[in-house]
């Protein structure tokens, strides 16, 4: 229900980017119709999507041609919040008649001017929003401090990744790209927190050959996300994985020793799998092993504490991807949405996302990453 509200959002702003901005200049028939069915076209995305091959969720298109039927798409959504906007100034500043004089020959009348501008700020942004989906991401060091972090493990640097999506809009160039940054943080232990990648294994495998590439002292590690069971094919992806040099932890633990210190990795299963869960394995770690899990999802803190966890990397909210969307974000995930929290005596870090989603890859202020978290023994005293 949730995702058929989703695909309906585009349709749905562009009746109101009609009725907020094009309406109301007063055009004539002719070109109130080409500029009412140029919105609606570009408002279809997800419906070029199903036509072109592959899904709404999973388009199987040109890489190209996807961040290109995007901008208008984005285009249609800014301009109907802008139009909302434009719209309510009107009706709350005094109305102001037109002053003989202000309007030309050619109709430049100031509600036509200030409906340009709108026009132009949804299209310059909705080519920046889509730019800043696509690019590499950023490398956001994290210094975390713990008193009771064994001192054998004092510095120790973990890289993780979330949300790579590797699909036919993040091909094999950009996951390369990642690779390159990740092995340039030099860490000790690569972590991937979920949505590695979208679409089935034949059509998939060149682009995430790449991350067989990746480099760690003590491996690579992950976890599921929802998008590994949404028809992606996960038990050949498992494999895939595996051979590529990932170990996921499907409700599982990884044991990692300095001498007598112990450093235990919990990964959990997504919700979505309906076997999530990591009681059964948390109970397997020797007493006084630091504990930190991999969960995709940025919730269920508290049971996690009871399991012993002091620290928890989490993604799947893409940091919100665009500002003020986040917030809503930030609602459905128990508050959390990215960056740094403490609760129930633990940590927890969420991922803004290493790559974007297909179907929307576009962000707004919040930039992709790669998080370098740095290990620190806290001092006591």
Not at 48 to 77: N, Q, R
Not at 223 to 236: A, I, L, Q
Not at 244 to 261: I, T
Request: hydrophobic share 45%; charged share 20%; with cysteine.
């Amino acid at each position: 229900m949730c995702w058929n509200l989703f695909f309906l959002l585009g349709p749905l702003c562009a009746c109101v980017a009609y009725l907020a901005v094009v309406r109301p200049l007063g055009l004539a028939p002719a070109a109130r119709w080409w500029a009412g069915l140029c919105l609606a076209a570009f408002s279809l995305k997800f419906t070029w999507f199903s036509l072109a091959g592959g899904s709404k969720f999973v388009p199987e298109m040109p890489e190209w041609t996807i961040h290109v039927l995007s901008v208008p798409y984005d285009f249609v959504l800014i301009l109907a919040a802008l139009g909302v906007a434009w719209a309510i100034a009107r009706q709350v500043a005094p109305r102001r008649r037109e002053r003989p004089g202000t309007e030309g020959g050619n109709g430049f009348t100031r509600r036509r001017v200030i409906a340009g501008a709108l026009a132009c700020v949804a299209s310059g942004t909705s080519v920046k929003g889509v730019y800043d989906g696509r690019r590499l991401p950023d490398v956001v060091e994290v210094p975390l401090e713990f008193p009771d972090l064994p001192p054998e493990f004092d510095g120790y640097r973990v890289a993780q990744i979330s949300d790579l999506h590797v699909s036919a809009a993040a091909r094999a160039d950009r996951t390369a790209g990642v690779v390159r940054l990740v092995n340039a943080c030099d860490p000790d232990l690569i972590a991937i927190t979920g949505d590695v990648v979208d679409g089935m294994a034949e059509r998939r495998m060149d682009d995430v050959a790449p991350l067989a590439g990746l480099r760690a002292r003590d491996g690579v590690v992950g976890c599921t996300g929802n998008h590994e069971y949404y028809g992606s094919g996960w038990n050949r992806w498992r494999v895939i994985f595996r051979d590529l040099g990932m170990r996921v932890l499907e409700n599982e633990r990884m044991l990692l020793r300095r001498g007598d210190a112990t450093l235990a990795i919990l990964g959990e299963n997504d919700p979505v799998s309906r076997d999530s869960g990591i009681h059964a394995a948390a109970a397997l770690v020797p007493d006084g092993a630091f504990r930190i899990l991999l969960a995709h999802r940025p919730t269920r803190l508290a049971e996690h504490a009871a399991c012993g966890v002091r620290l928890q990397l989490s993604g799947h909210t893409h940091g919100g991807a665009v500002l003020g969307i986040d917030r809503l974000v930030a609602q459905a995930n128990e508050g959390h949405v990215r960056g740094l929290y403490r609760e129930h005596g633990m940590s927890l870090y969420v991922n803004s996302g290493t790559g974007q989603w297909a179907g929307f890859p576009t962000r707004l202020g919040v930039c992709p990453e790669i998080s370098l978290l740095v290990l620190r023994r806290q001092s006591r005293g």
